[in-house]
């Protein structure tokens, strides 16, 4: 069974400042990978996914993220973080079976003024 | 365009009572996938439907069931309520099984 772990609950930058997320997957075939964001009381949003094309890929707000087959990782990046990035972010691995996704426990970044 | 609905908001239930969730997917969607988010986790996957039968289910008891309508839309029921079925229940949508999902707000159940 595919899975993703994401590590750090809780990532807090500055304005401005790089942002990193981690994601590392575990998948016995090409993986479809996503990041979604989750800002308080809403449902999630979809920022980008992986779907074997390139293997870096550009989502929405500035996002990017980057596969890695050996490193088995898909780490969501920003240039420069903005007050309205903070959220919780989740990165999710699409089941080759029933077609559901699998979530990490996800990541809270906080952005500091 | 409207995107995901769902309803209610929000709802409180007593333990043992059941519970009906609603989804209307985005126009033109066939497929409907349900996921519950315990506080501080990741969304779990429930249940998937497509073109109105079960194409998956995830690791839940029997006291969880789902149908979808001839308009996609879809329930989610909930028998026999415990604590731990306190959480935030996601529908999504997306046009076939497998393609990228769209997700709705969310309905907010505490059980007390």
């Known amino acids: 069974a595919q899975s993703v772990t994401q590590l750090g609950s809780h990532v807090s930058v500055s304005e401005g400042a790089l942002v990193l997320l981690r994601c590392n997957y575990s998948s016995s075939v090409p993986p479809y990978l996503f990041w979604y964001v989750q800002y308080p009381n809403q449902g999630l949003q979809l920022l980008l996914k992986y779907t074997s094309a390139a293997t870096l890929v550009k989502g929405i707000n500035g996002f990017e993220a980057e596969f890695k087959k050996s490193e088995t990782s898909f780490h969501l990046t920003k240039p420069s973080a903005h007050m309205s990035d903070a959220a919780e972010y989740f990165c999710?691995?699409?089941?080759?079976?029933?077609?559901?996704?699998?979530f990490g426990s996800g990541t809270r970044l906080q952005v500091q003024p | 365009d409207a995107g995901v609905t769902q309803s209610p908001t929000h709802l409180i239930k007593t333990r043992g009572q059941h519970v009906t969730l609603r989804c209307s997917p985005i126009s033109g969607h066939k497929s409907v996938s349900w996921y519950q988010q315990v506080l501080g986790q990741g969304p779990q996957f429930i249940f998937q439907?497509?073109?109105?039968?079960?194409?998956g289910r995830g690791n839940f008891p029997d006291r969880f069931s789902a149908r979808q309508f001839p308009n996609y839309s879809s329930e989610l029921n909930v028998n026999a309520l415990l604590l731990g079925d306190s959480a935030l229940y996601l529908c999504?949508?997306?046009?076939?099984?497998?393609?990228?999902?769209?997700f709705g707000p969310g309905t907010r159940l505490t059980v007390t």
């Open positions: 999710a691995v699409r089941d080759t079976g029933r077609r559901a996704l699998t």
């Open positions: 999504a949508s997306s046009f076939r099984q497998g393609d990228e999902q769209y």
């Open positions: 439907y497509y073109e109105k039968e079960e194409r």
